[in-house]
């Protein structure tokens, strides 16, 4: 599997990966020591664990190593969008290198103030935004991480980090300074360094007749700087961290081939939910009026979130083109707040066709909010203590903190007036409007037909702000992607979209729209989503016998562990493992591996606390949190005392096999075999822990209820795929879906005639994300694209079907939701309760799931469903 042997043909490095390694990057590789010594707030996302998974590859297979880059040191760019997490992914690399040797870290940017916010991220444990764990643990010892101002004096043992700017690196290398970092420091000790916004290092690859003197030497540069402290020992590692690398210019293009690992760009990042939707609010109104307009949008939000119980604070931003026009802008504001009056809203109000604003009223009116109340609150959270102002540094340095924590409970910011000192290194979730306070588009002169170098820095801003702000209405919501896509009515959406304010100037539109649809905020002209209407046919809606069909799911809740009394309960049936002994020392072969290594020396069993010791086995797992015993209580409820964990059901039943001499052990190898043991035991018993699981009860709900009309926003090119179905027996009037999908619905017609034979009321209907199950054994959600209903003639028996058409190539990786439908028949433990007057029992209901339908397999399908049926001579 050596890469010497790929041709790179002017590939990226992240697609040469892709295709060297295939399908082994389908499974992540998750180490956890990196996993666990993270914050366990963050819960890391599919594509962070990808990028590890690519990096871990390519840093463990030297082939890989000698074939990109042939050196020794190891130049790596990780190029993803603007709030992808792309400091969580540095923590986690810096927890992976430092149990790879590496101590020394160097964090360099190009911005003071980003520094000191990522300072304050990886070493202040108070910090809402702190990136490690309360311990870090690594190979049984818990480790420090300090900040250093370099690496003279840094510790063997500790995670050392220096955090500097590159104008820093710079100006230490060329002028002599106390405590400031020497060549020498990367001479002597190996460094991993880590850049972040590393766009900003490559001016010297842009401008190739620069880099050398006429003397061929390398001229003093941010990026030779870099290079110099990167090649002074062999071992170094440099990571660079950007959104923004210009790959469209040749030589950057060329410089980044070989080194971007993984890409995960803006695009992507959007199409995924993890962003706010984009909205251009466009308006033929003066400044004042714009303001106003943000501001009453604002309220509509905030009020939205406090009717759903949501704390969530909307943030607005207004920028200026001019420090001396933001001074003025805040005059401006500020006398408007204070001097509002009701018929300014009013004016607007009665004027407005925007449809947010009619909406904003409307809500106002419908909760009692009249305008003097609006105006009273918009005076209450928009006063001056709560405005921020970053103009320049000195203020930026005064407000950091709380620029960089605005979602806080504690933080009362609502605005924030600034230029320019915003569009790179700021953390917000919570910043929802922006309103650009000036007007006239920024092209022209000798940029004709280019985008303004502004119009790109407000594209930039913007895609900061569209950050999401996570929150979750139902219990088992993922809080950090966008819920409302497909429900355009719903009145949340509102806290799933940034709006940009600006005046209605067809030039400046234009400009930025190209902007962000080439930053992947937006999507192309031509291309923007279509809107569909799923709703039932009128025959089917108005008839009873379709109204009154149930639909029975169930609920996820909390995993309960309270059946579990030993190891086997809890899923860990093997209880032996092996331990080779070697000239006093020991290694650790795989805990509860079957294939023992064969060896000449005595293999001995022995009952692990018989041979260990009490006393031996408490001092070890004092080491470990995992097995503190209000840690152990919460997956043994059972669990009496530590003691009772030493008993043959839980660590007593353990057998270990030891390779060598294992009658005379020391206190010192005993303890050292029963780290060992507990260190494997530990993964073992976090793989098997699960937060949540779904019930075996389901409950009944009205078909009339679940299957509501929907709103759906389609992709242009496929609207092909949107068909009219005219089977009687098809509830919807449209379908929208995969070839599989509509091979199913095919099958369906070839069979409805023996079914209808038996059976009476057949309606096949598409669940386009109206209902949801949960699997039972870890409570994951599943929405079934399809539900079968039927009632049987003669036994007048009411059958519900779950059916999940499949693609080949999705079948493994879903094969957790085949298991599970097939589990439903056997394993639901009850039909019963009341659903509006009338009562559903087991004897007149039956649920049950199918195996994948595929249209390769089709026969197979057909078999397990006309079997459940007991429809006869269906071929």
Known sequence: MALKGMKMNNKFLFDCIKEEFGRELRTDINYPFVADNLNHKLKLRAYQKQAFTRFYKYYETRDAQAYIKPQNNIHLAFHMATGSGKTVMMAGLILYLYEQGYRN???????????????????????????????????????????????????????????????????????????????????????????????????????????????????????NTVEKIFKAHQDNILLEFSATIELDK????????????????????????FSKKINLFKSNTDKSTRILQALVISMYREQIAINHQLNIKPVILFKSSKITESKDNQVVFHHLINNLKDGDLNVIKNQTNISVLIQAFDFFDKNEINLSLLIAKIKIAFNEKKCLCTNNDKELELNQKRLNNLEDKDNSIRVIFTVDKLNEGWDVLNLFDIVR???????????????????????????????????????????????????????????????????????YISEIQRALIEQG?????????????????????????????????????????????????????????????????????????????????????????????????????????????????????????????????????????????????????KLAIAISFLNKLEVEIKGNIVEFEGTKEFDPYSAEDIFTEKTLLIPQDREKQIQKITHEWFAFEKFYGTSEERQLIDLIHTIIDDINNDYKNVYLVRNERHFCLYDFAQGRRFEPDFVLLSQNKLSQCHYQFFIEPKGKHLQQIDKWKEDFLLEIKENYKALTGVNKTTTYSNDKYKIVGLEFYNHSDENSFKSSLTTQLGVNNVI
């Open 521 to 669: 905020l937006l999507e192309k002209a031509g291309q923007e989503p279509i809107e569909l209407t799923l709703e039932l046919k009128p025959e089917i809606k108005k008839n009873d016998r379709f109204k009154n069909k149930i639909i029975f799911k169930n609920k996820r809740i909390d995993k309960c562990y309270n059946t579990v009394k030993n190891m086997a309960d809890f899923g860990i049936a093997k209880t032996n493992f092996s331990y080779k002994l070697q000239s006093g020392q020991g290694n650790l072969s795989e805990i509860f591996d079957d294939n023992t290594e064969q060896t000449s020396q005595p293999n001995n069993s022995y009952k692990l606390i018989k041979l260990l010791g009490v006393n031996i086995v408490k001092n070890a797992l004092l080491i470990f949190d995992t097995f503190a015993f209000n840690n152990l209580k919460k997956t043994f409820p059972n669990l009496q005392s530590i003691s009772h964990f030493l008993d043959k059901d839980y660590l007593g039943g353990f057998d270990i096999n030891i390779t060598g001499d294992g009658g005379n052990l020391s206190a010192q190898q």
């Open 250 to 273: 040749k030589e950057i293009k060329e410089k980044y081939l070989d080194k971007i690992i993984y890409q995960y760009d803006l695009k992507n990042f959007v199409k995924d939910g």
């Open 105 to 223: 870290f160097l964090f360099f940017v190009n911005r003071g103030q980003i520094v000191e916010k990522t300072k304050d991220n990886f070493i202040n444990q108070f910090s809402s935004k702190y990136l490690f764990n309360d311990k870090i643990i690594i190979n049984n010892k818990q480790v420090n991480i300090k900040a250093v101002d370099n690496f003279a004096y840094s510790s063997g043992d500790e995670i050392n980090i220096c955090f500097t700017t590159v104008q820093g690196l710079f100006s230490d290398f060329h002028n002599e300074k106390e405590n400031a970092l020497t060549i020498g420091d990367f001479k002597e000790n190996k460094i991993a360094l880590i850049a972040d916004e590393a766009h900003h290092i490559n001016a010297s690859t842009k401008k190739q007749t620069e880099l050398f003197d006429k003397d061929g030497n390398p001229k003093a540069s941010w990026e």
């Open 437 to 507: 306070l000036y007007e006239g588009q920024n092209t022209g002169g000798s940029n004709k037909g280019k985008i303004g170098k502004k119009t790109i820095s407000e594209a930039q801003l913007i895609g900061r702000g569209a950050r999401y702000c996570a929150f979750k209405i139902k219990a088992d919501d993922d809080p950090y992607v966008r819920k409302f896509d497909d429900d355009i009515d719903n009145e949340l959406r509102l806290l799933e979209e940034l709006y940009f304010h600006s005046s209605n100037e067809s030039q």
